[in-house]
């Protein structure tokens, strides 16, 4: 009787471990598999690449590597010498066309006061003339205020707020218009992306809440989601230049999940919590309520 008892007691044990391991695997599959978490998520932001639009020598260097900046804040100069003497050519240029202009006025009102002096071919040339002589100035003043356009473009300014990074420009440096010298990271744009597998995106919505912790840093972070990327590039298929698609012969039966990216904004940063783009962080989706959407709590999977 006792050894029956000891018997049932050991099966009964037995089936419960059973039985709660199996639970608790299914559990883990659904938490790996469906609940909305990921690991893969990243601190991203807008680069700015900042490019002069006039061309020229770098006079000076206004920041330092890793300085940040507000919009509107001087970062570098070009050498302005030869833009100063295209204004004053400009404005020369402006001056003679007013002149010309003015004295072109002047005859064609004597023509018109003439009728009876002077043929109707004259008094029409005298008026073409002063036609021409409007048009030329009215060139010289867009000349003379490109030329004063370009002089206020060599100094050149932080478009953003954020912070000059891997800043590599000496004074002496020959910069074309339009070649891109400064990389300006864009405070105000900074975000969380994380890559949910799509597996995950049903239970994602715009507008959740999300909790974010980053590698090596005690806070966690809060946040929402603001949108959900449309599209991804599909590895299997490119287009050729006959227009048809040219898709992979070959099929892995083993499916990986595709990652989407997820935009999230961050609601609030503390003072003592760095953000720098580029670094790794966990994210849970959380209900609209704050409370945990998966099987398991943020606590057990960061």
Request: glycine letters at 6%; charged letters at 25%; a neutral charge.
């Given at each position: 009787?006792?050894?029956?008892?000891?018997?049932?007691?050991?099966?009964?044990?037995?089936?419960?471990?059973?039985?709660?391991?199996?639970?608790?695997?299914?559990?883990?599959?659904?938490?790996?598999?469906?609940?909305?978490?990921t690991r893969d998520a990243k601190v991203r932001a807008d680069v700015v690449g900042v490019a002069?639009?006039?061309?020229?020598?770098?006079?000076?260097?206004?920041?330092?590597?890793?300085?940040?900046?507000?919009?509107?804040?001087?970062?570098?100069?070009?050498?302005?010498?030869?833009?100063?003497?295209?204004?004053?050519?400009?404005?020369?240029?402006?001056?003679?066309?007013?002149?010309?202009?003015?004295?072109?006025?002047?005859?064609?009102?004597?023509?018109?006061?003439?009728?009876?002096?002077?043929?109707?071919?004259?008094?029409?040339?005298?008026?073409?003339?002063?036609?021409?002589?409007?048009?030329?100035?009215?060139?010289?003043?867009?000349?003379?205020?490109?030329?004063?356009?370009?002089?206020?473009?060599?100094?050149?300014?932080?478009?953003?707020?954020?912070?000059?990074?891997?800043?590599?420009?000496?004074?002496?440096?020959?910069?074309?218009?339009?070649?891109?010298?400064?990389?300006?990271?864009?405070?105000?744009?900074?975000?969380?992306?994380?890559?949910?597998?799509?597996?995950?995106?049903?239970?994602?919505?715009?507008?959740?809440?999300?909790?974010?912790?980053?590698?090596?840093?005690?806070?966690?972070?809060?946040?929402?989601?603001?949108?959900?990327?449309?599209?991804?590039?599909?590895?299997?298929?490119?287009?050729?230049?006959?227009?048809?698609?040219?898709?992979?012969?070959?099929?892995?039966?083993?499916?990986?999940?595709?990652?989407?990216?997820?935009?999230?904004?961050?609601?609030e940063v503390p003072a003592d919590v760095k953000l720098v783009a580029g670094l790794t962080a966990?994210?849970?989706?959380?209900?609209?309520?704050?409370?945990?959407?998966?099987?398991?709590?943020?606590?057990?999977?960061?």
């Amino acid at each position: 009787m006792t050894v029956s008892f000891r018997s049932f007691v050991r099966v009964l044990v037995t089936l419960i471990v059973v039985a709660g391991a199996v639970v608790a695997g299914v559990e883990l599959w659904r938490h790996y598999m469906d609940d909305p978490w990921t690991r893969d998520a990243k601190v991203r932001a807008d680069v700015v690449g900042v490019a002069p639009d006039v061309s020229g020598f770098v006079s000076e260097v206004l920041v330092k590597d890793n300085q940040t900046v507000k919009a509107g804040d001087i970062l570098f100069r070009i050498d302005n010498a030869r833009y100063k003497i295209a204004l004053e050519q400009a404005e020369a240029t402006v001056d003679q066309k007013l002149a010309t202009h003015e004295q072109a006025v002047r005859d064609r009102d004597r023509y018109d006061k003439l009728t009876n002096v002077v043929s109707q071919q004259q008094a029409e040339q005298a008026r073409a003339t002063e036609a021409t002589a409007a048009a030329a100035y009215r060139e010289a003043v867009a000349s003379r205020d490109l030329a004063k356009l370009n002089l206020e473009r060599t100094e050149i300014k932080a478009p953003v707020n954020g912070v000059v990074t891997n800043l590599n420009l000496q004074p002496g440096d020959y910069i074309a218009q339009g070649s891109a010298k400064v990389a300006l990271v864009d405070t105000d744009s900074l975000r969380i992306e994380g890559y949910f597998e799509e597996t995950k995106l049903s239970r994602i919505n715009v507008g959740d809440p999300v909790r974010i912790r980053l590698m090596g840093q005690s806070h966690d972070l809060k946040g929402r989601v603001v949108s959900i990327a449309a599209g991804i590039v599909d590895r299997e298929r490119s287009d050729e230049a006959g227009l048809l698609a040219n898709v992979t012969p070959t099929f892995s039966w083993v499916r990986l999940a595709q990652r989407v990216p997820v935009r999230i904004v961050l609601d609030e940063v503390p003072a003592d919590v760095k953000l720098v783009a580029g670094l790794t962080a966990t994210v849970q989706v959380m209900n609209s309520d704050g409370s945990d959407k998966g099987v398991r709590s943020f606590l057990s999977w960061r």
